[in-house]
């Protein structure tokens, strides 16, 4: 009786804020805003041919006019991809609210457990997110006004580098679960 009480108390009491991080989520929300201000501030001095698709290697492969879709298409991406993965994370503890408490103590810690895994695994997503579109997003610039033309293959790595992270830690919170 005193392990569902307890189980019953906690499962009430646990609050979303129980699984997030402040200072991690202000990296996530630099990462996704700033690339929006940096483009508001450069919009006026890009070119009306801008890139919209680059290749592998880096190369434009079609160009597009300067437009508000063309030139905030990726931002626009990362906060609707950072929205949809808080759902999902949302949803996630909304789901462990609605457990029944007549488990037994073992696995009611096997299944917070679980749930502190997936939680950590859509943090892991949205800061692969919130740095692969938020320095891409970046691209037009580095791509159309030539002072900054020499970032463009930093930020390619940083593409590429985070696409490998991303696939690792998949396949480590997989694991895991």
Request: net charge positive; aromatic share 14%; charged share 20%.
């Amino acid at each position: 009786q005193r392990i569902k009480n307890s189980m019953s108390t906690h499962s009430t009491t646990a609050r979303f804020s129980d699984y997030a991080n402040i200072p991690f989520e202000v990296f996530i929300a630099a990462f996704t805003v700033l690339p929006i201000l940096v483009l508001i501030y450069f919009y006026p001095v890009l070119p009306e041919r801008i890139p919209e698709y680059l290749n592998l290697r880096g190369e434009v492969e079609v160009w597009g006019r300067k437009g508000f879709a063309s030139v905030f298409r990726l931002p626009l991406m990362a906060i609707d991809m950072q929205m949809l993965c808080l759902l999902a994370k949302y949803g996630l503890w909304q789901g462990k609210k609605t457990q029944p408490v007549e488990h037994t103590e073992k696995q009611a810690a096997y299944r917070e457990d679980s749930l502190k895994l997936q939680m950590n695994l859509w943090d892991w997503v949205r800061a692969l997110v919130a740095v692969k579109l938020g320095t891409s997003s970046l691209g037009v610039i580095f791509l159309c006004i030539e002072r900054f033309h020499f970032l463009s293959t930093p930020v390619r790595i940083i593409s590429w580098a985070v696409a490998i992270l991303g696939i690792m830690g998949v396949l480590f919170y997989g694991y895991r679960l």
